[in-house]
């Protein structure tokens, strides 16, 4: 029983780290890009010991939890977070080039820089 309340709620605490990364990535008005970038990059990271160790809670080895024999990597959280960052990177990118007009734009606003 506690088991399973402890892998609801560090479950939506990595929910909530990866929520944190995409509102820093790609919602802060004013900011330039590079900001955004170094920002989301400490929650990134902050955001991966949160659903690591939720990985961990969810492959506790205790005889009541069916999943104590996955490997750490194929818990549902670590899934979610490899998920989550690819997704955030081919956005970011997918904003930086609509923004600043690709690598090879002659006319790059110093935004874009």
Not at 13 to 40: D, H
Request: proline share 4%; hydrophobic share 55%.
């Amino acid at each position: 029983m506690l088991l399973e309340l402890g892998k609801a709620v560090s479950f939506l605490l990595s929910m909530l780290s990866l929520y944190a990364v995409a509102i820093n990535a790609f919602f802060l008005p004013g900011t330039r890009w590079e900001e955004r970038l170094w920002l989301a990059l400490a929650k990134v990271i902050i955001s991966a010991c949160v659903c690591f160790a939720s990985g961990l809670v969810f492959c506790f080895p205790a005889r009541s939890n069916p999943d104590a024999n996955q490997a750490l990597l194929s818990t549902l959280p670590v899934k979610l977070f490899f998920w989550a960052m690819t997704a955030m990177v081919l956005f970011f990118a997918a904003f930086w080039y609509l923004r600043c007009g690709g690598p090879c734009c002659s006319n790059v606003n110093h935004d874009c820089i």
